[in-house]
């Protein structure tokens, strides 16, 4: 999956709530081809949607 469609899910999915938990995170961003680079774009792009990023015990 290409960068930009995973950032474009990932922000969908968590437009409703406002917010993504580390473990939704973690199912949305498929560990083997995720570089560093797309994880620093990903946390850019929730921050500039205002979607926060919070730890599962918290929901």
């Known amino acids: 999956m290409r960068r930009q469609q995973m950032i474009q899910r990932i922000i969908e999915l968590s437009r409703r709530t406002g917010f993504v938990t580390f473990e939704q995170l973690n199912e949305l961003l498929p560990s083997a081809t995720t570089e560093p680079e797309d994880i ?13 990023l919070i730890d599962d015990d918290q929901t």
């Open 40 to 52: 620093e774009a990903v946390m850019q792009a929730l921050s500039d949607e205002g979607i926060n």
